[in-house]
C-alpha cells in the first residue's frame, strides 16, 4: 500500500529561466494527511491578468489565497481535481475585486453576463456557460453541465450539451438546483461606478468621433485606450490526490462589451484546458487563461500551452508558446498590443530515493506563469502547505505590455512512500 | 500580365487510395472568364453527415447544386472566397431540406436557434454566432461580425466581439441592418411535425424510464436510440480567383436540445477553419464539418484536419486524421458512436506545362469528404464549369456508422497563363 511520507518541496524561480528539478525527496514535514496518503495535490490560481493597482494588491492576494486554501480543503477531504478547482472559482467569483461572478464588469446594457468553463484532465470533459446572468457562481453551473454529461445519455438518446447559453443556461441551471441571483446582489458600487464613467466616455467618444474624425482614423484608435476595464478573469489549475488534474475559468467579460458576446473563458481550448497523462503524453498538464478574450480565442492559448508543455522544458516551451503563437500568432497580425496571461502546470510520475532511503514515489509538480499584461495576480498552494503563497508579477520596468511578457513558476515535488 | 487558359481538371476518386496528382495542365475549355483570368475558384459544400434517404437525395442535392452555383456566380463577379462561401450558406440555410436557417430542428420549446461560424483565410478572422433565433440567414451575422471585426476596434478603444450569443446576437444583428424574422417562417411543415413526433417520443421515454428502469440503465441508452432528428448541418468551403480560402457551417442544432445549447458550428476551431499558406504552411487549407455537435467541438475536428492537410498526402492525412483523433479520439473515449462528417480542400501554387508549350501557373485543389454517419451530401464546381456535380456519399455496406467511415474526394486544377 503506498503511504505518503513527503512533503512538497516548493522551489520558485522570478528569473528567465527554469531551475532545474531536483529529484532528491526532502522530507521537510510530516503532517497527519501526508502519513496516512491523503494530502496530496497542489493548486494554482490567478485573480486575472490586467492591471492591478498597488492600492488594491492586498485586497487581490488575499482572495488568491482564500481560493487557495478552499481548494486545498477539498483535497484533502478526497475531493477529486475538478471538484476542488471548483471550489478555489467560487472563492474568486465571490471576491468583489474580480472581474468574475460577484463584481464582473457591466455590459453595454449594465447587465452581469458571465463566462466559465471547467475541464476534467480525468475524462476529458467539458462544461462551459456564455453570457449567463443571474446566477452567483457560473463555475457551479459548468461543474454541474461536466458531471451531467459524464453521465451519458439523456432520455430518448439525446447527448447532453457541453455548452449552454444566456437564458437558456440560466433556466438549465434553475432546473438543476442552482439558485438564481439578483443582478443588484451581484453588482458592486464599483462596478456600478465603472460602469458609468465608461458610459460617460464613450458617449464622449462617440460624439467627438463623429462631429471631428473620420471612421477610417476612429478605426485606428489605439488598443492603449481601452482602459475601459480591467481584464481580470479568474482561473485556477488542480492536481488531485490521484494526479489527475482539473482547470476552470470564469470570467465577466470586456466592460462595456455587447450583450451576448463571449469570450474565451466559454471557448472550449482557449480558456482552459486540463489532460492526464496518456499513451501520447508523458505530462499531465492544466491551463488556465486570462486577458483579452478575442486574442485568446483566436490564439487557443490554453490548448497550446498545453500542446507545448509535452516537450522537455517546461518554462522554454512556455516561453516559445506565449512569443511565438501569442505575442507574434499570425492569427494577431493586425493586432498592436495582444494582451493575455495563463497559468500553467504540468505533472509526471517519477521515483526517487529519500534521504532515509526509502524508495519514494514523486509526483512532480512544474507549475508557471506567464502575461503580456501589466500584472498578474497568483497564488499556489500544495496540499501540505501551511498556507498559500501570492504574488503579483509585473512586467519589467520599460517592457511595453502587449509586446512583451514576464515567466516565472516553481517546482513542487509531492511525494508518496512506495515502501 | 496573367491570363488564364487553363481549364480545370477534376478527377474523381471514389475509393480508398486518392490518385496522384497531374501535373500536366489539360485545356479542356477555353471559356471567355477564363481567358480573361477571372473564372478561377472553386467551391465545395455539404448539406449534412446524418441520413439522407433516397425518396428526398434529390433534394438535398438540389440544394447543394444551387450553392455551388450561387458561389461560384460570386466568385465571377470578383467577389473574395469569404463573400462567396456565405452565398453558399445563404442557400444552404434557406433549403427548407437542411437543418440550418429555415426549416432547422426546432429544440426542447419549440423554437428555433441557430449556430454559425465563418473564417476568412487571408485575415484569418472569424465571426461566429450562437443560439441566434429570429433571423432568417445566420451566416450573414457571423460574416458580419467578421467584417465588423477586421475594420478595428470600436470607440474608446473597445475590442469588437468574435462571438454573440443569444438575444444579444439577434440585437446586434438588427442594429447592423439584418431584418428580423418570424419563427413561423422559418418553420417547416416537416420540421414541425418531426417536433411534434419526438416530443410524444421523448414524454412517452421519460415515462417509461421513470415506472420501470434505474437511473443508471436510463443513462446507458444506446446512441441509436437519438433518431430525434437528422444531423445536418450545412457548411461550405471555398478558394477564389486569389487562392484565398474560406470556411463556413450553419446549424440548427440537435433536435430537442435543451435552449441554449451552442454546438460546434459556432465553435473556433471547430466547426469551420480557414487559413491561407504561409510562413509555416505550404498549403492553404478549408474545413467545413457536420455532425454531431458535442463530438466535433471535443476533438476539434476542423481544425485538426487542417492541421493533418499539411502534410504530404492529403487522403492520408484526413483519413488517419477521422480515425486517430475522431473515431479513436481519447476525448470521445465513452463514445460507442462517433457521428460525424467533414469537407475539407487544400490548394498550393505550382508551375506547370500545359500541352502546347505555355508556361501555367496552376493551382491545385486537392478536396475530400469524410464521414462517419450513415451519409454525407456534397456537392463541387470550379468557377470554369458550367454546372456543380452533387453526390450522396454513403457509408459501405456492413459498415457501422459511428465506428467506421468513408472517405472519397478529388483533384482539380485551375490554372492561370504567365506567358
Same mark, same amino acid.
Given at each position: 500500500m503506498e503511504k505518503s511520507t513527503d512533503a512538497p518541496d516548493v522551489q520558485e524561480f522570478p528569473s528567465i529561466r527554469c531551475v532545474a528539478v531536483n529529484a532528491h525527496a526532502k522530507e521537510t514535514r510530516n503532517s497527519d494527511e501526508a502519513k496516512n496518503g491523503k494530502a496530496m495535490g497542489f493548486v494554482l490560481v490567478h485573480a486575472g491578468a490586467g492591471y492591478h493597482s498597488e492600492s488594491k494588491a492586498k485586497e487581490y492576494k488575499h482572495a488568491c489565497k482564500r481560493a487557495c486554501q478552499k481548494a486545498v480543503e477539498k483535497l484533502k477531504s478526497g475531493a477529486?481535481?475538478?471538484?476542488?478547482?471548483? +471550489?478555489?472559482?467560487?472563492?474568486?467569483?465571490?471576491?468583489t475585486f474580480t472581474n468574475a461572478g460577484t463584481g464582473s464588469n457591466l455590459n453595454l446594457s449594465g447587465d452581469i453576463e458571465c463566462d466559465a468553463s471547467i475541464m476534467d484532465g480525468k475524462s476529458l470533459h467539458f462544461g462551459a456557460i456564455g453570457a449567463l446572468s443571474g446566477i452567483k457562481n457560473p463555475?457551479?453551473?459548468?461543474?454541474?453541465?461536466?458531471?451531467?454529461?459524464?453521465?451519458?445519455?439523456?432520455?430518448?438518446?439525446?447527448?447532453?450539451?457541453?455548452?449552454?447559453?444566456?437564458?437558456?443556461?440560466?433556466?438549465?441551471?434553475?432546473d438543476h438546483g442552482i439558485p438564481p441571483c439578483s443582478l443588484d446582489?451581484?453588482?458592486?458600487?464599483?462596478?456600478?461606478?465603472?460602469?458609468?464613467?465608461?458610459?460617460?466616455?464613450?458617449?464622449?467618444?462617440?460624439?467627438?468621433?463623429?462631429?471631428?474624425? #473620420?471612421?477610417?482614423?476612429?478605426?485606428?484608435?489605439?488598443s492603449h485606450e481601452n482602459d475601459t476595464g480591467s481584464l481580470d478573469t479568474v482561473g485556477a489549475i488542480v492536481v488531485d490526490n490521484e494526479g489527475n488534474v482539473a482547470a476552470a475559468v470564469s470570467s465577466g467579460g470586456l466592460a462595456m462589451k455587447h450583450p451576448g458576446r463571449v469570450g474565451?473563458?466559454?471557448?472550449?481550448?482557449?480558456?482552459?484546458?486540463?489532460?492526464?497523462?496518456?499513451?501520447? %503524453?508523458?505530462?499531465?498538464?492544466?491551463?488556465?487563461?486570462?486577458?483579452?478574450?478575442?486574442?485568446l480565442v483566436r490564439t487557443m492559448l490554453a490548448r497550446?500551452?498545453?500542446?507545448?508543455?509535452?516537450?522537455?522544458? +517546461?518554462?522554454?516551451?512556455?516561453?516559445?508558446?506565449? #512569443? %511565438?503563437?501569442?505575442i507574434s500568432s499570425s492569427f494577431l497580425a493586425s493586432e498592436e498590443c495582444v494582451l493575455g496571461g495563463v497559468i500553467v502546470l504540468r505533472t509526471c510520475r517519477c521515483a526517487v530515493q529519500s534521504e532515509a532511503s526509502q524508495n519514494i514515489q514523486a509526483l512532480l509538480v512544474?507549475?508557471?506563469?506567464?502575461?503580456?499584461?501589466?500584472?498578474?495576480?497568483?497564488?499556489?498552494?500544495?496540499?501540505?502547505?501551511?498556507?498559500?503563497?501570492?504574488?503579483?508579477?509585473?512586467?519589467?520596468?520599460?517592457?511595453?505590455?502587449? #509586446?512583451?511578457?514576464?515567466?516565472?513558476?516553481?517546482?513542487?515535488?509531492?511525494?508518496t512512500s512506495v515502501n
Open positions: 477529486l481535481a475538478v471538484d476542488a478547482v471548483t +471550489a478555489a472559482l467560487i472563492v474568486l467569483e465571490d471576491s463555475v457551479l453551473v459548468a461543474n454541474r453541465l461536466l458531471s451531467e454529461a459524464q453521465k451519458g445519455k439523456l432520455s430518448a438518446g439525446r447527448i447532453p450539451p457541453c455548452f449552454l447559453v444566456g437564458r437558456g443556461a440560466y433556466q438549465w441551471a434553475l446582489k451581484m453588482t458592486t458600487k464599483f462596478s456600478l461606478s465603472a460602469y458609468r464613467r465608461n458610459k460617460r466616455k464613450m458617449e464622449l467618444a462617440e460624439k467627438v468621433e463623429m462631429d471631428v474624425i #473620420q471612421t477610417k482614423r476612429r478605426r485606428q484608435s489605439s474565451q473563458a466559454a471557448h472550449y481550448g482557449c480558456g482552459c484546458w486540463a489532460e492526464n497523462a496518456g499513451n501520447l %503524453n508523458p505530462y499531465s498538464t492544466a491551463v488556465s487563461t486570462s486577458g483579452c478574450g478575442e486574442h497550446e500551452c498545453s500542446i507545448a508543455l509535452q516537450s522537455e522544458d +517546461a518554462h522554454l516551451a512556455l516561453l516559445e508558446t506565449m #512569443q %511565438n503563437k501569442f512544474e507549475f508557471l506563469w506567464s502575461h503580456t499584461t501589466e500584472s498578474m495576480c497568483v497564488g499556489y498552494m500544495s496540499a501540505q502547505d501551511g498556507k498559500a503563497k501570492t504574488h503579483i508579477s509585473r512586467l519589467p520596468p520599460g517592457a511595453v505590455a502587449g #509586446q512583451s511578457l514576464a515567466i516565472e513558476g516553481g517546482v513542487c515535488r509531492l511525494g
